[in-house]
Every structure is written in structure tokens, then in C-alpha cells.
């Protein structure tokens, strides 16, 4: 039923999956009590559990409305030949069997198989590679890719589930669960408490009508030991810190889609980087132009040369010819759009498109060849071959040939993203482990990692590798290429398999799998919809700079977040306790909830969130068994001691109810206060100032008569 809520009514399934939760129930019950006595104004713990829903509605809500916006078809109506008609048809409409035709700009919705016709279509979106790939009679077309050249008619092969779009769609719905330890502890103190408050409260219920005078002072007295035993401000402070981080980062246009992404990306080690769209921009920029003779130059002149107008002028002409558009084309359009107009080549009879597996394009004429590629696809003169690549160095090499001619060169190379050097050392000192996956040629890929400062330069070529051991790829390499979807994620989970917390940047369609493997995956905003969809994380600029600020921010979270738990499980430790020995003690429990609620945010909740506001990106140290061995469990079995000395004072000496509560209540504040002194440890001028509030607030309510009475503590001693 909630599957089906989920996909008619998605808001809807948001909203009740956030508030029917055990939390949730536990406190309505507790509550509902409270009021069944009349004592409305010790229902305020409710408040806390509210908040909390309401934080964790309104970030899914949010995240779920951009995610609605990313689809990963682009809409269309394709054409569909239909007993012997053509039919314009929704996608959703095609059925298998259908023939769809096919022409320049289509995406193919569904895997499907050539029937007439040629094509040139760009796989990029699932294979990574950027290069066209040509299709004839009888080839299979995968769904997910674009038309970059030709027409076709092709029949539909798959649809639904068996769809290779829809796999890699399905991968990209699926919900992950929060790898985080923060997450998976206070998730197991709230079951095992929430299950051990059936039997606990209904036995110390039982204590209380024995030893209280009145109905409403056991149940109150007994929901004040049960609320003390759940850590609810701590899930407050979790949820209100992360989302005020997340805040912070939609400021720096980054797109948090899971609160908790934001620690276990604070926490990773190893981040797997895909080279277009993260280390490059994914565009190709014009270095030189080289000439027969060696001579180079970078500006294309006014009024050029004999012999520069030789080379420019085919070049332009066989540009304006190409209808397939890649990194390569653009650049060189984008060089030439800035210089004098050029005659065309006249009389052109055949152009040829580019091709992967030829590697070169051009244009013939009645008496010419003009192409334009790989020089060693050129021609078979091994000593221009050598000379020419002899220019390479860290550039791609396009060479102008005219019946077979040189007519010169151009020099390209892939524009390095802005300060990528800086935040690939920001990484080392921060030991985190930068590794490449891409679907890229090797060399190309391992000069790109050695400008941007990647200092493990050891890589390899997945193409040509058979029974791949990825346990061993993943500790003898640190550069992986030509890489499919599949080998993408087998990498992610032999990293993980070696203890690593583990990063992944991605842009495409092709990098989902690995993302939805990866203990945290971030999406580049100008990648695919898919891919966006299916992070963590969203650069939503596109700009990898903000990925250090991520981290900080993470840490900064996640840092405070531990100190701030000892405070709260303080409360948790001597709460279980008390209200186990309580069961059996003749004594009235020591606390009403309205004094506990002022106490959990005076001493527990405010000096908590300040504290976790404060700036600290140090290396996450995982201090939370620390925290409760040394904080937490001294200051409960401390607190658990007073309150049994303290019930024994106040039953030999006939103490009223509210002089055995605002007791209590002062023993606690100290002992608390004690507490935040020593996490507070070194002390600086904020935390005293913090210290001071805490005590000045206390005194206040202690002192003036509305807030004292309000909370029901007496001066009457």
C-alpha cells in the first residue's frame, strides 16, 4: 500500500512516512497521558518531536521536488510506422515490435535494432566515450543515445524493464540507505529504548500509583522518567545542524539531497574522480596551429599567409560540412568563428562524417580529398606519421591532409578546470585518496592526472583486460580507463571491500551504477539529469571548487555533533537507570517533565547546538564510544548516586513534591554544568560566555516568580 501511495501521491507517502514513525508514536502516547490528568503544560517535550518531523518533511519535500525536475528521457514524440501508417505517439505509448524512425537530434528511448538506413550516434551518455559510432542494417541501437548523423528506420527489441535505459533508471530510483554512523547509532538508542519503554514504564507506572498520593503525580512523575530515557534532543540537534549545513551549502550552490550524505562525505578517505566534468570542463581548447615547415602560430592573422590560408581554409570547410557536433569540432569552430571569413571549398561532392573507427572526416571535391583526423589514419608515410606526432606532448594532434598532403596541424588540448590543482593537493593534506575512472583513452587520461597533481600515476586500460580481479586492480592501480558502467561499480566495491569510505563524482548515465555503490556520490550540475538525480550531492554550478567546502562542512557537523552527544546521553544513561531502580524503590521519582524540559534545553539542547556551530574541520576522529565511556556514563552513574542520596534525605525529612523536583532539578544543572565545562575543554572567551548564558538563564527562571512557578520549582526550603 505505501509502495502504491508512494508513486500516485509521492508528497503525500513523504509526509506520513516522516510522521508515523515509532518516535513519533512514543511520544503522542506519553503526551496523551499527560493530558489525560490535566497537567497540559508538561506535554512540551512534544514540541521537540514535532520540530524533528517537521525538519525531516520539509528536506525530503525539497529534495524530492528538484529531483521531479531532472528526467532522464527528454521529452518527445517519436514517429512510429504502424501497418504501414506514421503515427506520432507518446513514449510510454511504443510497444515491442514497433519501427521508429529515426533521424538527426532523436534520442533513442528504446533498445532497438537497425532495420534500414545509416546512422552516427554519440553512446556517450551510457559508455562515457564522446566519440560518434556509426550503425548499419542489422546493428543495435542502445537506448539512452542520440542521433548525431544520418536517418534510419529501426524496430523496438525492448521496453519496460528490460530496457537498458530503464535498468540504469531503476538503479537511479533506488533508495540507498544512509551509510552513517551517526545515523545508525541514535538510530539503535531510540529502538532499543523505545522497545524497552512497554515494559519499564508499565511497571514503573505500577510503582508510582504505590507510592504517590495522587493519580496525576505518578503519571507525570512516570512520563518524566520515560522522556528523560530518549535522546529526542539529540535527533533534534542532529537533524537542525545538518540541515543548517545544508543551508549553508545551497548558499554555495551545492544541492544536499541527503542530510546525512553531508558525514559520510566528511568522513571519506578514497574519491573516485571521473576526468570530463570534474578534473576537465569537458571542452577541448585550440593551442597552436603548426605548418608543413614547423612554423607555429596561436592567433589566426586578418589577412593570413599563402600558407596558413592553405591549411585554415579546408579546415573551416570541412567544419562547416560536419553535422555530427564533439568536444574536437567545437573547439576548432570556436578558433576559426574569431578570425576572417574564408572562401569555401567549391564543388563538393561527398562528405565524409567522422567516424570512431576511422578516426578522421572531410570533404571531396571533383579533383580533391580534404580530411581531417589521426595522422597515422591519414596516411601510411611513416616518417610524416613520426613527425607529427612527434608534436603531441601533452596535446591531441588533428592533422589537415590534402590528397594525402600535409597541409599542417592543429594542436588541442582538454581545459583543465579552474583551481583543480589546488583541491587535488587539498585532498593529499587531507588524506583522502584521489583515483581516476573514466572512459577515456589511457595516456590522455594519465597527462590530464599528472597536470592537475595526481601523484599515483600507475594506471590501467579495462578494455583490454580479461577476468578482471578488482580486488587487485584497486591496489596496484590508481587510474582505471575505458571503463564501462558495470566495471565502474566493481571498482567502487573492491575499494570499499578494502575498508575505504569511498567518494564518486560522476556526470553521465554511465557513471549511476558506480555513484549508487559509492558510500557518497556527487553529481556535476551540467551532467545529465540522470546522473543528478542519483547523487548525494548536486554541484549545481558545476564548479568542483566547492567540494573542500563541502568537506569542511561535513566535518565541522559531524565534529560538534560528537562532543555535543555526551551531553545527551548523559541524560539517557542516568534516566535508564533511575527509572529501573525506581520500579522497585519506595521513593518518588525525582522529576516532572516541565522542569526536565527546561533543564534539556538550558543545559542539554542550547549549549549544544552552539557548540555544534563552531568552526572545527579537523579530521573526524569517531569519538563516540570515547564521548559515552568518558562524559556520558561517569556523569549518568554521578547523577544516578545524588538522586538516590537525595530520595533518601527527602523521605526521612517529609520533602514536599516541588522541593524534592527543583532539588533535583539544582543537582542536575550542576552536575550537567560540569559536564559542558569539560567538553568545552580548552576554554576560550565563547565558551565562557556560553557557560555564563547557561548559568544566568537557570538563575532566572529560579528567581523571578512567573518563570518559577510556570516551571514549578519553589524557594520554599
Given amino acids: 500500500m505505501m509502495k502504491n501511495l508512494q508513486k500516485s501521491h509521492p508528497i503525500l507517502h513523504i509526509i506520513l512516512k516522516n510522521t508515523f514513525t515509532l518516535f513519533n508514536f512514543v511520544n503522542l502516547v506519553l503526551a496523551l497521558m499527560v493530558a489525560f490528568v490535566g497537567s497540559y503544560k508538561n506535554m512540551l517535550f512534544i514540541l521537540i518531536a514535532i520540530a524533528n518531523t517537521l525538519i525531516s518533511i520539509v528536506n525530503e519535500i525539497r529534495a524530492y521536488k528538484i529531483v521531479q525536475k531532472m528526467r532522464l528521457i527528454t521529452e518527445q514524440k517519436p514517429t512510429v510506422i504502424r501497418d504501414g501508417k506514421s503515427l506520432q505517439v507518446a513514449p510510454e505509448e511504443i510497444e515491442k515490435g514497433d519501427v521508429v524512425v529515426l533521424s538527426l537530434g532523436d534520442q533513442i528511448l528504446y533498445d532497438s535494432i537497425m532495420e534500414e538506413g545509416t546512422l552516427e550516434v554519440n553512446e556517450s551518455f551510457i559508455t562515457g566515450e564522446q566519440d560518434p559510432i556509426e550503425k548499419y542494417q542489422g546493428d543495435e541501437l542502445i537506448s539512452g543515445s542520440f542521433v548525431v548523423a544520418g536517418s534510419a528506420k529501426a524496430k523496438v527489441v525492448r521496453i519496460g524493464e528490460e530496457n537498458t535505459i530503464a535498468k540504469l533508471e531503476k538503479e537511479a530510483h533506488h533508495v540507498k540507505t544512509a551509510d552513517s554512523k551517526l545515523f545508525t547509532l541514535m538510530n539503535k538508542i531510540v529502538k532499543y529504548i523505545s522497545y524497552s519503554l512497554i515494559p519499564v514504564g508499565a511497571l514503573l507506572l505500577w510503582a508510582r500509583f504505590r507510592t504517590e498520593a495522587d493519580t496525576a503525580t505518578a503519571v507525570t512523575s512516570t512520563v518524566a522518567a520515560l522522556i528523560n530515557m530518549i535522546p529526542e534532543g539529540l535527533i533534534l540537534l542532529t537533524s537542525s545542524v545538518l540541515a543548517l549545513a545544508t543551508i549553508r551549502l545551497s548558499k554555495k550552490k551545492v544541492l544536499v539531497q541527503d542530510l546525512y550524505s553531508i558525514e559520510t562525505l566528511a568522513r571519506v578517505d578514497t574519491i573516485c574522480l571521473d576526468k570530463t566534468g570534474t578534473l576537465t570542463s569537458g571542452n577541448m581548447v585550440v593551442q597552436d596551429f603548426i605548418l608543413p615547415d614547423g612554423t607555429t602560430f596561436d592567433k589566426i592573422p586578418t589577412t593570413p599567409a599563402p600558407a596558413e590560408k592553405s591549411l585554415l581554409r579546408p579546415l573551416a570547410s570541412i567544419l562547416s560540412h560536419q553535422l555530427s557536433e564533439n568536444a574536437t ?7 576559426l568563428a574569431k578570425s576572417a571569413k574564408f572562401e569555401e571549398i567549391k564543388d563538393i561532392t561527398d562528405v565524409i562524417p567522422f567516424s570512431s573507427d576511422r578516426k578522421y572526416s572531410g570533404i571531396k571535391s571533383k579533383k580533391e580529398e580534404y580530411l581531417m583526423g589521426a595522422i597515422d589514419f591519414l596516411t601510411t608515410d611513416k616518417e610524416l606519421i613520426k613527425k607529427v606526432k612527434s608534436y603531441a606532448g601533452d596535446y591531441r594532434v588533428i592533422a589537415v591532409v590534402k590528397n594525402q598532403k600535409i597541409l599542417g596541424c592543429v594542436r588541442l588540448k582538454d581545459e583543465i578546470r579552474k583551481n583543480a590543482p589546488q583541491i587535488i593537493e587539498y585532498f593529499y593534506k587531507n588524506d583522502i585518496t584521489p583515483k581516476v575512472i573514466s572512459g577515456d583513452d589511457l595516456e590522455t587520461v594519465k597527462k590530464i592526472a599528472e597536470t592537475v597533481g595526481i601523484r599515483e600515476l600507475k594506471g590501467i586500460d579495462l578494455s583490454a583486460e580479461k577476468n578482471l580481479n578488482y580486488d587487485q586492480l584497486v591496489k596496484n592501480y590508481s587510474i582505471f580507463t575505458r571503463v564501462k558502467p558495470e566495471q565502474k561499480k566493481n571498482l567502487i566495491k573492491a575499494f570499499k571491500k578494502q575498508g575505504k569510505t569511498v567518494a564518486m563524482t560522476g556526470d553521465g548515465v554511465n557513471d549511476i551504477l558506480a555513484m549508487k555503490e559509492a558510500d557518497c556520490s556527487i553529481a556535476i550540475g551540467e551532467g545529465s539529469d540522470a546522473a543528478r538525480r542519483s ?76 557548540l555544534a556551530l563552531e568552526k572545527n574541520t579537523a579530521r573526524i576522529k569517531d569519538k563516540f564510544i570515547y564521548n559515552i565511556k568518558h562524559y556520558s556514563v561517569p556523569t549518568g552513574l554521578t547523577v544516578t548516586v545524588a538522586m538516590l542520596i537525595l530520595s533518601i534525605v527527602a523521605t526521612n525529612n517529609d520533602f514536599s513534591r516541588a522541593k524534592l523536583t527543583t532539588f533535583s532539578a539544582i543537582i542536575v544543572f550542576v552536575i550537567d554544568l560540569i559536564l559542558i565545562y569539560k567538553v568545552s575543554k580548552p576554554l576560550n572567551l565563547f565558551r565562557a560566555a556560553l557557560i555564563a548564558i547557561i548559568i544566568a538563564l537557570f538563575l532566572a527562571v529560579l528567581f523571578i516568580p512567573f518563570a518559577r512557578d510556570f516551571f514549578e520549582f519553589t524557594l520554599a526550603f
Fill in 329 to 335: 569540432t567545437t573547439a576548432l569552430k570556436k578558433a
Fill in 535 to 610: 547523487a548525494k550531492l548536486v554541484l549545481l554550478d558545476s564548479d568542483f571548487d566547492r567540494v573542500p567546502s563541502i568537506i569542511d562542512e561535513g566535518r565541522q557537523s559531524i565534529n560538534n555533533l560528537e562532543r555535543s552527544t555526551a551531553l545527551f546521553l548523559a541524560k539517557t544513561v542516568y534516566a535508564t537507570i533511575l527509572a529501573i531502580l525506581f520500579v522497585v524503590l519506595p521513593f518518588s521519582y525525582p522529576f516532572s517533565p516541565i522542569e526536565m524540559s527546561f533543564l534539556n534545553f538550558a543545559c542539554i539542547g542550547f549549549p549544544g547546538l552552539v
